[in-house]
């Protein structure tokens, strides 16, 4: 079944606690992207990759690493993650870069930093 | 930034009356998607459209895209409970040369009363 898989589901961690949520696509997308859900603020881009070893900046990159080292995985790593990351984090994939195609999207990581 | 707004943020109807959402943007979009979160699930793709004044139906639910691509509605006619869960907009910003960038709106959460 084609699909986005991101581990955990669910976390809860403590602040400066480095972790990392991976993610990983059965599609052989080129695009992958994370993106943050808040309450009333939607999902906010955090880091894309446009292909492997390519990846830049989204509206929300701050407190945020990626890498892009195979085409099927994209982690997101928090180096020291603080209670203002407490989220819910989504990754999503597409077949053509920028999203000129659609998203498939990730169950999701519900993440709470205390 | 580019922002792509939503409205309404919450809409309750009761079973049996139609719903609606709306999209603007600030500028001109090369084409919008439409993407449906379920309570407690990840944002799955309904629908893109591309065309200025473009109409795309499916079963109850009715699409367009504003003459100036820069809106789009959705429209539901006789909610049913499985209707429920938040319904986002995407616009697709182009940047120049053949780079663009997908903006989600903020959503709108519709829960529907048996």
């Known amino acids: 079944e084609a699909q986005v898989t991101q581990n955990p589901r669910y976390l809860i961690t403590v602040t400066g606690k480095k972790l990392t949520v991976t993610c990983s696509q059965n599609m052989n997308h080129e695009y992958m992207s994370w993106y943050r859900q808040d309450p009333g603020l939607g999902l906010r881009q955090i880091y894309y990759?446009?292909?492997?070893?390519?990846?830049d900046k989204g509206d929300v990159p701050e407190g945020y690493k990626v890498s892009r080292k195979e085409k099927r995985n994209f982690p997101l790593i928090l180096e020291s993650p603080s209670p203002n990351q407490t989220s819910l984090y989504f990754c999503?994939?597409?077949?053509?870069?920028?999203?000129?195609?659609?998203?498939?999207f990730g169950a999701g990581s519900r993440l709470t930093v205390l | 930034g580019q922002q792509v707004m939503q409205i309404p943020q919450y809409q309750h109807v009761q079973e049996g009356e139609d719903f609606t959402t709306y999209c603007n943007s600030s500028t001109t979009l090369s084409n919008i998607q439409w993407y449906k979160q379920r309570p407690g699930g990840h944002p799955v793709f309904l629908i893109q459209?591309?065309?200025?004044?473009e109409v795309k139906k499916q079963k109850r639910l009715t699409f367009q895209f504003g003459e100036a691509k820069k809106n789009s509605s959705l429209h539901i006619t006789a909610t049913q409970t499985t209707d429920v869960g938040t319904y986002f907009c995407a616009g697709l910003e182009p940047l120049g040369g053949a780079t663009n960038k997908l903006i989600f709106g903020t959503g709108t959460l519709l829960a529907v009363q048996p």
């Open positions: 999503a994939s597409s077949l053509i870069p920028r999203g000129a195609n659609v998203l498939t």
């Open positions: 990759s446009m292909n492997v070893e390519v990846t």
């Open positions: 459209l591309v065309k200025s004044g």
